[in-house]
């Protein structure tokens, strides 16, 4: 069975998996709407700044944003001065950790959705009258779904599994910022490798599900003729 | 009521540029072959793309100008696309009622119902896009832009990427647009039957220019175009059905120039239909020949005498009583038969298709 502290680091990494999906989808649908659409000179370098956090080590992410949020950061002490409080292990900066983590998990998927639409459908619905934000409502994000549900459960997942960042930037703190992965890790640290098993095998489930429901959701869209 | 177009557009290798009065009733065909930039005319027409320059005037209402750019959401357009474009995600009703919902109540003047029925597509309505030939979805598309009730029908060479067979099963519900809602229509095409088969009036574009302006059967019989020097070159008669020979599964036609017999029309008398006839099919006689199997022979006088690129051909036209033909013929023919304007010959033509 799980053990109370364990329960709490598991609710603990299914809010910030929750939240900072939210807030990222959200941000990234005008970044990835440009990016499909643009045919800016800026475009490469901001496609290869958005790959960035998928090739750099999480503890290189973690070490910069404790650097920016902590105390002394440009970030943290704007904060600080106008009486907000740093970011530095606190779950706001685990948030922001996680969303600058799981960004290409994000905006990729969206962007190729857009880019897949094509400009054709959206010529057509703007020669039946429809504004540009009503085109945008109806035609694009309608098709670009499958997108979203890509993107939302590549983002949760990969947070799901979240280590490095955390580790830098939020400690160790149980009951605030402590999520599931650093538990396993503190359970393997004093050789409690059943506790350990137990956490683990709970995020086993948990990702395998999310990844085939997506698999299955995706096919039946396919069905339903969105595909291409 | 007219429109009045002037775009000009510099895309470094191609420069097109044009300024055009064209009537706003009846079709419009802009007809050129592909890259003459005749889609792109079209494209700024409906506000799709924006010229360098540009100038819309639509039966007095600016859409373009100096200062203002109308977007196509307001243009009161209609637009059918070279491939249907029609939304995956929604199903054929869905997909023809998208426009109608957003045209005002006031301007609503064509209802589903009307549509649906003149399109035959009832049996289409609950499938999907994806679950359409591309016949059917070209016809969905149409009614989709008709729903709108617009001023104007813009259509890109809607049947060009359909094959023969769906492109005759898509003409006859453009003719019914034309004659049952009168909607006026600009209709871009590179194909000689389609535009002989449906426009009034003719548009003739080459490299971003326009080379010749005006009613069809004006621009066709012009020899100072690249049109009839083209092997397709070929004229149209409106003629009107006079009766039925059922013994030979023939109709005989008259058009102002004389006769002509036909292989049997589906019409019945006093329908009147047009004719295509090719400049070579067409040969000439001083005499009337007897004793020929060709049956149709119009008496006719030589107006003009070109010498066609091709070293060999000549091209003649003819009045027939107001209609003019066009015959290719060789320039030893011509030279032999001592071919010059004022001298009457007879015409005879060989075949002819009917197209309505």
């Known amino acids: 069975m799980l053990l109370p502290q364990d329960l709490t680091a598991l609710w603990i990494t299914l809010k910030l998996a929750s939240i900072s999906t939210v807030i990222l989808i959200v941000l990234c649908v005008p ?97 039946l009258r429809a504004r540009p934000v009503d085109r945008f409502l109806t035609v694009s994000l309608p098709l670009a779904r499958r997108g979203f549900l890509t993107a939302s459960v590549l983002s949760f997942a ?18 605030r910022t402590q999520v599931a992965s650093v538990a396993i890790y503190n359970h393997v640290e004093s050789m409690n490798f059943a506790a350990a098993h137990n956490l683990a095998l709970v995020l086993v489930v948990m990702s395998f ?6 698999y299955v959701i995706n096919r039946r869209f396919k069905v339903v003729g969105v595909a291409s | 009521m007219t429109i009045a177009a002037r775009f000009y557009v510099d895309r470094g290798a191609f420069v097109l540029d044009v300024d055009v009065q064209l009537p706003s009733r009846g079709v419009t065909a802009l007809f050129g072959k592909s890259g003459s930039g005749k889609t792109t005319i079209l494209r700024c027409m409906a506000g799709l793309e924006q010229p ?15 200062e203002r750019f109308v977007p196509p959401h307001q243009r009161r357009i209609g637009y059918v696309f070279q491939e249907a474009s029609l939304f995956p995600h929604l199903t054929a009703r869905g997909n023809l009622r998208y426009g109608w919902k957003r045209t005002p109540l006031a301007e609503r003047r064509i209802d589903e119902d009307e549509i649906v029925a003149l399109l035959d597509i009832e049996p289409l309505l609950g499938r999907y896009p994806d679950q359409l030939s591309g016949g059917e979805r070209q016809r969905v598309a149409l009614g989709r832009a008709m729903l709108t009730s617009p001023s104007l029908l813009l259509l890109d060479e809607p049947l060009s990427a359909l094959d023969r067979e769906r492109k005759r099963e898509i003409l006859p519900y453009l003719e019914r647009l034309r004659d049952e809602l009168a909607m006026p229509m600009l209709y871009v095409s590179h194909s000689h039957d389609e535009v002989i088969r449906l426009a009034d009036h003719l548009v003739l574009i080459e490299d971003g220019r326009v080379q010749a302006n005006g009613p069809l059967a004006e621009v066709l019989v012009r020899t100072d175009l690249s049109l009839s020097a083209d092997a397709e070159a070929s004229v149209m008669i409106e003629a009107e059905i006079v ?20 292989p049997r029309s589906e019409y019945a008398p006093g329908h009147s239909v047009r004719v295509r006839v090719h400049a070579r099919d067409v040969s000439l006689t001083l005499e009337k020949a007897s004793g020929t199997s060709i049956n149709n022979l119009i ?32 320039r030893r023919s011509s030279h032999l038969l001592g071919l010059e304007p004022g001298r009457t010959v007879w015409a005879q033509i060989k075949s002819m298709a009917l197209l309505d």
Do not use: C
């Not at chain 1, 944003?65 to 685990?94: K, N, T, Y």
């Open chain 2, 299 to 330: 008496h006719a006088t030589v107006t003009s005498v070109v010498e066609l690129e091709a070293p060999t051909h000549a091209l003649v036209r003819l009045d027939a009583n107001g209609t003019s033909l066009l015959a290719r013929i060789t």
């Open chain 1, 31 to 127: 970044l990835a709407w440009w990016l499909a659409h643009t045919r800016s000179r800026a475009k490469t370098l901001v496609e290869a700044m958005v790959t960035l956090p998928l090739v750099l080590p999480p503890t290189v992410i973690g070490f910069y944003l404790l650097l920016l949020l902590g105390p002394h950061g440009f970030v943290g002490g704007f904060l600080e001065r106008i009486g907000v409080g740093h970011l530095a292990f606190s779950f706001s900066g685990l948030v922001i950790g996680s969303m600058i983590y799981s960004l290409p998990f994000v905006v990729q998927p969206l962007q190729n959705a857009f880019a897949s639409t094509g400009t054709r459908v959206l010529e057509a619905a703007a020669t």
């Open chain 2, 243 to 262: 009766e039925h020979d059922e013994q030979w599964h023939l109709s005989r036609l008259v058009f102002s120039g004389g006769e002509l017999w036909v």
């Open chain 1, 158 to 175: 990969h947070t799901l599994g979240e280590f490095g960042v955390i580790i830098m930037l939020g400690g160790n703190i149980p009951g």
């Open chain 2, 52 to 66: 360098d320059k540009g100038h819309v005037v639509f039966n007095g209402e600016v859409w373009q100008d100096a």
């Open chain 1, 209 to 214: 599900s999310m990844l085939l429901a997506v």
